[in-house]
């Protein structure tokens, strides 16, 4: 007789079910019967001693199906609830939890001192941060040194020095020299002579130019076939170097203390989905802000150049021929949106400007060097 190890007989344990109900058997690697005793045992134990069994088995295969339907089921609840909750303008729940916070704040007894002590702090803080801005005369919240914004300016300067380190213009070509000479002819009359200016000339079509706080100047090509001359490329160096003059950089991140911060705050507060909050908070504040900005970087811009001898009118035909251009693309979006005034609506502010200009140019004594601009480049 062979040992009763050889034969050892599966359990029902040890037979497993497959997803059509058939019973197989789980033979273990140390198992040496045959498989026809392991199918035949297997086939015996998945037989039910009575029908009280197989109701139990039936009842548990139940339970089990009742189970992943129930748990697939709240898990797509789940995801429909965040995507509502995702599109969601307004939030009733969070509002009546802060309008509940409000109220018992409004009831207590020193409501009147804390409410009154914080409208002080607040606006304190933002008179005693007032400065004036040159030129324009215009009054304007800044808690941002020339300091910060020139650490802030110099990791833009290394992003933008990688992204067009191969198109840089070399300093010996006639676009280089033209606008070196007509940045040079506008410092004196800019108040920031003391900063490390620098010139790269892009060699892009592109229509543009950009000055970085602390005096890194960024001239595309193609901006000097709208400028037609000297004269229109000190319209748009000026507009430029106006931004750094007014520190137009510096007021925005401080516009974000005083406006975007609590706009952002008072819209949680309120219910109202972020993106909302952020949406209305651009249309009421910073577009309008960035577009006064723009119109003011024009005016100090027209005084600089008309003051460092160059035709003031020279930025009309500026702005006609961007005006021009940007009909022939296809690219003009209503003001409301943009960050930029129209250039219809600069035209017309300029020519407002221009006897003003024409003024500062004529006690500049600019006849004296009147054949300055035609010297040989």
């Known amino acids: 007789m062979l040992p009763s190890r050889l034969f050892s007989q599966p359990s029902a344990a040890g037979c497993l079910r497959s997803a059509t109900g058939i019973f197989f058997p789980a033979i273990r690697p140390s198992t040496r019967a045959s498989p026809s005793l392991h199918l035949q045992t297997c086939r015996n134990a998945s037989r039910p001693s009575s029908r009280s069994s197989r109701v139990q088995i039936w009842q548990t295969l139940e339970q089990r199906r009742t189970f992943a339907h129930s748990a697939r089921q709240a898990f797509k609840q789940s995801r429909q609830r965040q995507q509502q909750y995702r599109r969601q303008a307004f939030n009733y729940q969070r509002f009546q939890a802060s309008k509940g916070l409000l109220l018992r704040w409004w009831a207590r007894p020193t409501f009147v001192y804390e409410f009154g002590g914080i409208t002080v702090l607040f606006a304190g803080v933002y008179v005693l941060n007032l400065e004036h801005v040159p030129v324009s005369g215009r009054y304007r919240f800044n808690v941002v040194s020339p300091a910060w914004e020139k650490s802030l300016a110099a990791s833009m300067y290394n992003e933008t020095m990688q992204q067009y380190s191969r198109q840089l213009m070399p300093e010996h070509t006639y676009e280089h020299r033209l606008v070196k000479r007509c940045l040079e002819r506008l410092l004196p009359h800019s108040g920031l002579q003391g900063e490390e200016w620098e010139v790269h000339v892009i060699d892009d079509p592109m229509k543009n130019a950009f000055v970085i706080p602390g005096g890194k100047v960024f001239v595309f090509r193609g901006i000097l076939d709208v400028a037609q001359g000297e004269d229109g490329l000190a319209a748009v160096l000026g507009h430029e170097i106006a931004h750094n003059v007014a520190h137009h950089a510096a007021e925005r991140m401080s516009q974000n203390f005083v406006v975007l ?104 004594e600019c006849g004296a060097v009147s054949g300055y601009g035609k010297l040989r480049l």
Not at 265 to 293: E, I, K, Y
Not at 313 to 330: P, T, V
């Open 261 to 364: 911060i609590p706009a952002m705050a008072a819209a949680l507060l309120l219910g109202l989905d972020p993106g909302f909050g952020r949406l209305l908070t651009n249309l009421v504040f910073t577009l309008p802000g960035s577009r006064a900005q723009e119109s003011e970087a024009d005016f100090i811009g027209l005084m600089m150049m008309a003051e460092s001898c160059y035709d003031p009118h020279a930025a009309m035909g500026l702005w006609a021929a961007m005006e021009q251009e940007e009909k022939a693309q296809g690219q003009a979006v209503p003001q409301f949106i943009s960050t930029h005034p129209s250039n219809h609506n600069r035209l017309e502010k300029i020519r407002e400007w221009l006897p003003q200009a024409e003024e500062k140019r004529e006690q500049s």
